[in-house]
């Protein structure tokens, strides 16, 4: 167990809908992570946090965004869904958002039909 | 586009120490070599870390030449349990912008 939650373990939606990834970082983690990791795509960095500000951008979607709260919680919001949005999302946690490991959830699986 | 390049797919059997490769062509002076290991619907963890020569710690070993172009994970006497996809990585000094996992090594171990 890393220590990162992330809800719902799995969600199953239609195209064109709306849909909120949650994510809870370790104790004590100040950046959160956000990865998407399909069959073909491989794993896919998306964007960074750190204590609620954006600090690194991956190939995130225009569709997609992100944000990290004041309690640190972060919450991956993907809209317009498209059936090749189906994928496993990560997000991981680590203390400084430097070059230090980052710890990974468990992940959310998101079919779209 | 991935940053490293490392072969797809291994085969080794129980017992047997494992290298895996990974090519850093176009590394930047601040970035950090770092391996991570997924298994299948888990999320990667972190194997081990270097800049620059050779790092140690319980489960590997990296193996880093002078001119850091390319890396090398070590896995010593290996067990079916070690199966799993390992990844090498470019880890930038200051922040997560170019931070790519790539394909990564299907590690597959026989009994």
């Known amino acids: 167990d890393s220590g990162v939650t992330q809800t719902p373990k799995h969600l199953i939606t239609a195209t064109g809908q709306r849909v909120t990834l949650r994510c809870s970082p370790r104790s004590g983690d100040l950046s959160v992570y956000w990865y998407q990791q399909s069959l073909d795509q491989g794993l896919q960095f998306l964007i960074q946090y750190y204590n609620g500000e954006e600090r690194a951008k991956g190939n995130i979607l225009e569709r997609f965004s992100a944000q990290q709260f004041p309690d640190l919680h972060s919450e991956l919001n993907l809209s317009s869904l498209e059936l090749g949005d189906s994928a496993l999302y990560f997000c991981a946690s680590s203390v400084s958002g430097g070059i230090e490991e980052q710890y990974f959830g468990p992940g959310t699986r998101l079919t779209v039909t | 586009l991935a940053k490293t390049t490392q072969p797809i797919s291994m085969d080794s059997y129980e017992g047997q120490e494992v290298n895996i490769t990974c090519s850093h062509n176009n590394i930047a002076t601040n970035d950090y070599i770092t391996w991570y290991q997924q298994f299948p619907s888990q999320g990667p963890r972190f194997i081990i870390q270097?800049?620059?020569t050779k790092v140690t710690n319980e489960v590997a070993s990296l193996f880093i030449p002078a001119d850091r172009k390319s890396s090398t994970l070590s896995l010593p006497r290996v067990s079916l349990s070690d199966t799993a996809v390992y990844y090498c990585l470019e880890v930038p000094g200051g922040g997560a912008d170019g931070l790519t996992f790539g394909k990564g090594t299907h590690l597959i171990i026989q009994p």
């Open positions: 270097g800049y620059k």
